[in-house]
């Protein structure tokens, strides 16, 4: 697999986890975010964070999303489904995605001179982020920060690739898994209390993930992409040559290697 290629951090290498379950639901929209939506999202305290993701487009593998993280971290994403449609009358509606994610720490990316770029597609995010979640009875906002508790994060973000301009806002919920769709629902419903600006409208013709966007496709074999995560995950590491292990055989060495469940949103 040609493109950037990080290397794992040393150190013991646990068996991969199961992953990190979560409900997301995203809208994109072409051009330059507005003053006026930058300024509707303020209502909430929010983290601000910069940085450029760095996109597998080749090999398509249906149903996956890869991608090495800012300046370090390979971080994959397995579609499992759609429970339905989020939507609040009169302000939004859009298709609701269920997701399961791995991060697999690693030293900052590199671009060897063999490269070829055409496999991989760097994306440029300037992310506002706001943590949702229940206290008292009621659904809250807070800036983000270290915690397990359910939630869901939503982020308002300018992106930029190729030269164009793009802008997103996204909910994603992290929990137990009977949980997701009422925090996710819930958290919607105090967001959009106030209609956007602009006339902007969040319409299922706008609602896609980033894999959607960059031109993958959903798969409905939730299994059969795990399966086709792990053979990716194989090839990613032998051809980096990023893991080596006394014990493992070849086969064994990308499934060994230091996955873990990640906890950030995509």
Excluded at 6 to 28: K, N, Q
Excluded at 177 to 201: C, D, I, K, M
Aim: charged share 25%; hydrophobic share 35%.
């Amino acid at each position: 697999m040609n493109g950037p290629s990080s290397r794992p951090t040393s150190g013991a290498t646990p068996e991969v986890s199961s992953g990190v379950r979560s409900l997301e639901v995203r809208w994109i929209f072409p051009g330059r975010l507005e003053t006026a939506v930058a300024g509707w999202f303020g209502r909430f305290p929010a983290g601000l964070e910069s940085r450029e993701d760095t996109y597998l487009l080749d090999p398509q593998v249906r149903g996956l999303s890869a991608k090495i993280r800012g300046g370090g971290g390979l971080e994959v994403k397995a579609y499992r489904g759609s429970p339905g449609i989020l939507e609040v009358a009169g302000r939004a509606r859009g298709r609701l995605e269920a997701w399961q994610k791995w991060s697999f720490p690693s030293s900052p990316i590199r671009r060897d001179s063999g490269d070829d770029p055409a496999r991989w597609r760097p994306v440029r995010k300037r992310r506002r982020i706001s943590r949702f979640s229940h206290a008292g009875g009621q659904i809250v906002a807070r800036a983000p920060g270290p915690g397990q508790e359910p939630r869901c994060e939503v982020e308002l973000t300018d992106v930029r690739t190729r030269g164009q301009d793009w802008w997103t806002l996204g909910f994603e919920a992290i929990g137990p898994a009977g949980l997701l769709r009422s925090e996710l629902e819930a958290t919607a419903a105090l967001v959009f209390a106030h209609a956007l600006p602009g006339g902007v409208e969040l319409g299922p013709d706008q609602s896609r993930s980033y894999a959607e966007w960059l031109g993958q496709r959903p798969c409905a074999d939730g299994d059969a992409v795990v399966r086709r995560l792990l053979s990716l995950l194989n090839r990613f590491f032998d051809d980096v040559h990023a893991v080596t292990t006394d014990d493992a055989t070849p086969g064994e060495i990308g499934v060994t290697a230091r996955a873990s469940g990640s906890t950030r949103s995509p």
